[in-house]
């Protein structure tokens, strides 16, 4: 059986291919993609600057929903027709994978899998939204890793992307007030629309001066950076409250910027740095399940898989989109 495949063939090289639909062995998961993101990381892959080791060609796509099509004879925790997601990140006994990275991702019609990467998808949760769970769960362990939140505070999320939305939307199902800053305008809209209490335009004002104004000039008990801008980092220490925490999810490797570090001490501030979503996978989907968060608006543009190189070149200009999500059936 035959199929289409977004691969990478080559640095800057992206093109739909005919391929054979993919044999599993006893202990693997044949999968029918049904939606996927389409990243930021992924345009690091087509450069060949991603932050683990991999090789061409590859096919891109991490953020993704399907059906199960077929299992191996020694799997039985999942069956043919159950609807899926499935982490990113796979820790091996001597290196560590990135789906849709090192390994072959989603963006083919089928691809196979491990039952161990496998989580089932909640039944309120369609397809096109199953596609939002690998973001939502980066941007929820942005929260946890630093001591969650609750009712009782305020947090700042800095970056209105797709992780930056999640978080907030996170954090709003966890009942804390949230301030998001971003200064496309799509962006604050959409954020608005899942519930965060203040958009702030990083253009039109000073968005620390603001964050204290909101704040009742105490700052956020927790900052999310989650844009990974250098205008974004320089300013995150400035939103936070005395004793506050700051988790650092947007990835700006490579670059160094100007940054008074002393504030980190001055105001006894708690720093983490966050890569993906480990360990916390089943919380957010029964977090996404109970507290039943429209995350629709971040996804602003779909395309099918047919048109897949068309949607990667739509999605690389971040002022026309927030999320593009390749459809398949």
Known sequence: MRMKALTILAPNELRLVDRSVPTIKDDEVLIRSRAVGICHSDYELISGEYLIPFDYPVT???????????????????????????????????????????????????????????????????????????????????????????????????????????????????GAEVILIDPLAQRRAAALKIGVDHAIDSTSCDPAEEVLRLTSNKGADLVVEASGHDASLGRILDYARQEGRISMVGISLGRKISLEFGKVQKKSLTVIGCIGSPGVWPAALRFLDRTGLDLSPIQTHDFPLSEAEKAFEFAHDASKCIKVTLLNG
């Open 60 to 174: 891109p796509g991490h953020e993704w929903s399907g059906e199960v099509f077929e299992v191996g004879r020694k799997v039985d925790s999942f069956k043919p027709g159950d609807r899926v997601v499935g982490e990113c990140v796979i820790v091996g006994l001597d290196r560590i994978d990135h789906f849709g990275f090192s390994i072959d991702g989603a963006d083919q019609e089928y691809f196979k899998v491990r039952p161990e990467w496998l989580h089932r998808l909640p039944a309120n949760v369609s397809f096109k939204a199953g596609a939002l769970v690998e973001p939502f769960t980066c941007g929820f362990y942005a929260l946890q890793r630093n001591g969650g939140t609750n009712a009782s505070e305020t947090v700042v999320v800095s970056g209105g992307g797709n992780i930056g939305l999640c978080a907030a939307a996170a954090a709003k199902g966890m």
